[in-house]
């Protein structure tokens, strides 16, 4: 408090309504083998269906470690989840030749999203990729689902225009030569030139140099060669679709037949596989181009046709309403042209969406220019905004755009004399030899399939352990129910030493070996196998459960019966008893005990056998006929007698010694003195009372004055509060005595006799 030097009134306040906030103890958590998914990050995950979006759904090699995450959200909605790989999983990737589907791949794994920033970004100074045959787009995550998906990139309309010098044209050479021309700059394969003088079209299919094109044959229609001086113009031509004059030629078709036969056409040149041919109102995708005058589609022509003209269509255009991708406001305001794409992601085989060839992102007008923004703000460079929005693709390196490069990472335009195009990436008002014109596009869309992805070999032990210990740190991650799955003895030992034990903040839960009970030849064998296992572990510990088994349910993911470990369910009635009633209940029994999702269990113990269990602090899991199957014990690992043998009471002890621990660091760095420990009293009195109220504890006592802060504690700089608990018990067994008693005898006589 300041000191006044004139009178007046000064106010203050004490804030001494600080109070003890119950903890969470629901929240699971668990590390296994993903098909998808950052690797080696903690992801907090709400339901099956959130599972799913982020890691995919299960398959032959990890439905175990699927369904135990799975099933502990069927009783609960937190589980913080971490993908465990080795390094032998990869992603996959567009080929480094996209525009031939062809090239080396190099081994690729981003495992999460600040590995990519870190290692394969180059505007962040990433180096891992530098010297990579992949690119230029690679999955998301690791993993052979990646292998699904194949983009598409559609680049800008190009309109007509008059191209600069002129012509002479030798019709028998089929060459088109120019003087002061700029061919390279100005055409693309597969674009339509028109000569003065000559009434048809004629298609470029090959851009020799500056002065030299090669086109097709000229229609009948054309007069005799133009030897020199002759005006030509490009007219326009639509990467996303073509109008039916810029095709070339005429074609035939037969009923009942995939073949198109082309007269004078240049199919080579003006289509790619995939596109979309509409033959007198029948629309067809090109399967193959066998030829210049033959392509094979996916599906039969219902009608003949001949002698007709023909249009080809981007095959991703109907999922861009929007129309073809022109020139951004910003690359127009820089006086540039054309920077537009279009970006297709597409279920090529269908393992992501179950449909065959289904768009599943379309990124629609993004530009190649380095620092491009939309109308609102928004970036729409194409890396920056694939790598903000994209699930399913990270930015790798720019596009090869067909032949029109010379240099060897793909990435740099040939010089075309006076004028070189702006390669994609840069800024659309750079400085430099570039002339103020276009980007550098492709002169078709290019459609590249995702390979070389890998599943890789299971994960280790160690890399298991590696993923368990992103929960290690209590401050960290918020985990109360820790599941071990179908993990080995030794991610079971180290999740209860190293974390569970570390943390004293959650419980380890584990079951026997799929081996132990599933198939066994006797139910004696296999309690043998699971006391064995038991002995295996041998982790005398408070803070670890093992349940007896396994189940059978039903996988509507791969519509199929599979055994799953029961570990995951166990933990999950423990966050279901923390919602209905509170966490010092005990999670078994026929009240608070029903396992879901059952079919059968491959070991049901009888009662000998559970008895058998008990003793080895195993927690028995029963199907009762007409009853369900239930959770029939409550024991920790803790061989000793004690309270700490139940599960209700370890959980009771974690609710309170999260909260009031919680609660005490404020007190940090306040004077120990009799102000703060009643403070620290009133604090904490409360809130063991609410706990007493609703059953927890018997009774309680919190000393926190001088006679345990000593001198010797003050001066240590530390402070001591000692709370003592009559915590509550669950009852594990019931005496029923029926005494028969004869006529004439009051009940008062007999009873306590018995």
Known sequence: MSFQVSPGVNTSEIDLTNAVVAAGTSTGGFAGRFRWGPIEEVTLITSEDNLVEQFQKPDDNNFEHFFTAANFLSYSS????????????????????????????????????????????????????????????????????????????????????????????????????????????????????????????????????????????????????????????????????????????????????TTVTGTDTLFDSQFIVGDKITINGETRKVKTLTSNTVIVTDKKFLATASAQTYTRDWEYASAFPEGPPTTSTHAADKSMALDEIHIAVVDEDGDWTGTIDEVVEAHANLSVAKGARDDRGEDIYYKNWINKYSKFMWWLQRPIVESEVTSGD???????????????????DASGTQQVDEFYMP???????????????????????????????????????????????????????????????????????????????SSSVATTNVTGHRDTVNQNSSYAVMDSGWKQMFDKHNDKFRYVPLNGDIAGLCAQTDAERDPFFSPGGFTRGQIKGVVKLPYNPKKAERDSLYQSQVNPVVSFP?????????????????????????????????????????????????????????????????????????????????????????????????????????????????????????????????
């Open 410 to 428: 793909y990435t740099t335009p040939a010089a075309t004399g006076s004028k070189t195009l702006r390669a994609w990436g840069a800024t659309a």
């Open 78 to 257: 937190a589980v913080n989840v971490v993908r465990a790989a080795n390094t032998t999983v990869a992603n996959s990737a567009a080929p480094k030749n996209a525009c031939a589907n062809t090239g080396t791949y190099v081994n690729v794994q981003v495992t999460t999203s600040e590995n990519y920033y870190n290692n394969y970004d180059d505007e962040q100074g990433g180096t891992a990729y530098s010297t990579a045959a992949n690119g230029p787009f690679v999955s998301k995550w690791a993993g052979d689902l990646g292998n699904t998906f194949k983009y598409s990139m559609c680049p800008s309309d190009r309109p007509s225009a008059t191209l600069t010098g002129s012509v002479a044209w030798a019709v028998a050479t089929g060459v088109l030569t120019g003087t002061g021309t700029l061919f390279g700059i100005e055409l693309r394969v597969g674009d339509a030139i028109s000569i003065a003088g000559e009434t048809g079209l004629h298609i470029v299919s090959a851009v020799t140099s500056n002065v030299a094109v090669t086109c097709s044959s000229t229609s009948s229609t054309d007069s005799a060669d133009v030897s020199s001086g002759a005006a030509a113009t490009r007219q326009k031509r639509s990467a996303f679709h073509t109008i039916a004059s810029n095709m070339k030629g005429t074609v035939v078709v037969t009923a009942d037949s």
């Open 626 to 754: 007409g009853e369900g199957t239930i959770l029939f014990g409550d024991k920790t690992q803790l061989t000793k007698p004690s309270a700490f043998d139940r599960i209700n009471v370890r959980r009771l002890f974690i609710l309170l010694e999260k909260a009031i621990a919680n609660a005490a660091r404020f007190q940090l760095f306040e004077f120990n003195d009799e102000f703060t420990r009643s403070q620290f009293v009133s604090m904490v009195e409360p809130f063991l009372r609410d706990i007493q109220g609703r059953g927890g504890i018997q009774d309680f006592a919190v000393v926190c004055d001088a006679s345990n802060n000593t001198p010797q504690v003050v001066d240590s700089n530390s402070f001591r509060g000692d709370i003592f608990v009559k915590p509550s018990r669950a009852i594990n067994f019931i005496q029923l005595n029926f005494v028969a008693v004869r006529s004439g005898v009051e009940f008062s006589e007999v009873v306590g006799a018995v």
């Open 443 to 521: 002169g078709k869309p290019q459609t590249v399939s995702f390979s070389g992805g890998t599943a890789g070999s299971a994960p280790s032990d160690a890399d298991v352990i590696r993923a368990y210990d992103l929960m290690k740190s209590a401050e960290d991650v918020d985990v109360s129910l820790l599941m071990t799955g179908s993990h080995s003895s030794t991610v079971v030992r180290h999740c209860i030493g190293q974390i569970a034990e570390s943390r004293k903040d959650c419980i380890t839960f584990f079951s026997p070996t799929k081996a132990q009970v599933v198939g066994t030849t």
